[in-house]
């Protein structure tokens, strides 16, 4: 292992040079990968934008009800029209989801801690690969906490899953967790997605921080950003717009729009960012047009 004092800090992304290696294929860092690998990632990202607009509903696995999720099965057949993947629990899917569902999903495969803990960075992997393969999973999530004291082993769940993943060609989601007291800085954000995309994953998940442009450089994979704590629909989709401007390849979205007070039409305006380029204020004035006309 390099000695850490004698490392030099990492300074130049090359900004002006896009991903050198997409081969003829629409998602980055996948040109090597085989058919089935390919499949499944051209169900989450879209083949003629390249981008996602995942709806990440999963919150139950470690909150229980949730503002906004109180009933699965009344909210999910709302938004699912307008998002490209629903990211859930297997029991989140199984009893609420109609399989009829053109969206593709990402599976959550990693669970072990609830709200009631202090240190939420104990997990295990929770879903078998049998059981993704018969839920035709188009990726597995799996929660790493780099930096916290249960990094070890959610990296031991994610190399697992990778192997796994790796056998049957279902794609691995790497989730950047954010502890209290862990750091939020774009040095903490290269480091963590960095490392997810050399143990293997296809996709990683993250935050928006300062500097991100160098975060999406330096990840050889999609970045797929999480929305975080309910803000201001204005202010959400601003955050959607400067994620896509910096080189995100979609967002993984959950309580900015199951908790907006109109989430089917915020996650039209999300869309209308990730997939047509609206600018955060056109895509709010959409939002707004749609809301009026329902109203
Ligand atoms: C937890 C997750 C959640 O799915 C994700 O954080 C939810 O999205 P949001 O923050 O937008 O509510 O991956 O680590």
């Avoid at 990968?33 to 989450?44: A, E, F, N, Q, T």
């Avoid at 401007?245 to 907006?260: E, L, P, T, Y």
């Avoid at 007070?261 to 305006?269: D, F, I, R, S």
Wanted: charged residues 25%; negative net charge; glycine residues 8%.
């Amino acid at each position: 292992m390099a000695d850490k004092d004698g490392l030099k800090v990492a300074k130049n992304y090359h900004l002006d040079e896009p991903f050198a290696n997409m081969g003829d294929f629409h998602v980055k860092g996948a040109a090597s990968l085989d058919w089935g690998m390919k499949k499944h990632l051209s169900r989450i990202f879209d083949p003629i934008t390249g981008k996602t607009v995942m709806f990440a509903f999963d919150h139950g696995y470690f909150m229980g009800s949730t503002s906004g999720l109180e009933r699965l099965d009344l909210i999910i057949p709302k938004l699912e029209p307008y998002v490209d993947v629903l990211m859930a629990t297997r029991g989140g899917l199984r009893t609420c989801v109609p399989a009829s569902t053109r969206c593709g999903v990402a599976l959550r495969v990693t669970s072990g801690s609830s709200m009631m803990n202090d240190d939420l960075s104990h997990e295990v992997v929770a879903v078998g690969i049998e059981d993704a393969i018969r839920m035709n999973a188009d990726c597995m999530a799996v929660q790493t906490f780099i930096g916290a004291d249960g990094q070890l082993s959610s990296l031991d769940n994610l190399s697992k899953v990778i192997n796994d993943g790796f056998k049957y060609s279902i794609p691995t989601l790497g989730v950047v967790a954010v502890g209290k007291e862990m750091e939020r800085t774009d040095r903490f954000f290269k480091l963590a997605t960095r490392m997810l995309a050399e143990l293997g994953c296809q996709i990683v998940k993250t935050y928006y921080c300062d500097n991100f442009e160098d975060v999406v450089a330096a990840c050889p994979v999609p970045l797929v950003i999480a929305g975080g704590k309910k803000l201001p629909e204005d202010e959400a989709l601003t955050l959607a717009y400067n994620v896509i401007k910096g080189g995100a390849a979609g967002v993984d979205m959950g309580r900015n729009i199951f908790q907006s007070e109109h989430p089917a039409e915020m996650a039209q305006a999300v869309r209308k960012v990730v997939h047509e380029g609206f600018t955060d204020k056109d895509a709010y004035d959409y939002y707004r047009e749609l809301v009026d006309k329902e109203i």
